[in-house]
């Protein structure tokens, strides 16, 4: 399976989830204390997703086309476009 950004959100969905249950089970924690737990947690987790998923599914090399491929080669305005061989 290779779906980073559908695992990413699952995984954190899973944690937050995981978060508030443990700050609501935890004995003797006042509300504000468990919504502080809560709200902290989910930032932490939050970020993490975000940079799990976008190290997982942004490119990092440049895109390149091999030597000698004929690519169309678009101008503004009214000038017509022309084809246009690669060259190293």
């Known amino acids: 399976m290779n779906e980073p950004i559908g695992l990413s959100t699952a ?5 937050t989830t995981g978060v508030a249950l ?4 935890v004995p003797g924690l006042t509300q504000e ?3 502080a737990i ?3 947690g989910n ?3 939050l970020t993490g997703v975000v940079l799990y998923g976008r190290a997982n599914s ?14 169309e080669v678009v101008t503004p305005g009214d000038a017509p476009n022309g ?3 690669l060259k190293a």
């Open 11 to 15: 995984l954190g969905g899973l944690l």
């Open 33 to 35: 204390a468990q919504i």
């Open 43 to 45: 930032a932490v987790i």
């Open 58 to 71: 942004t490119p990092t090399a440049s895109p390149s086309l091999p030597e000698g491929t004929r690519v």
């Open 22 to 25: 443990v700050a609501i089970i």
């Open 83 to 85: 084809l246009q061989v």
């Open 38 to 40: 809560i709200a902290f």
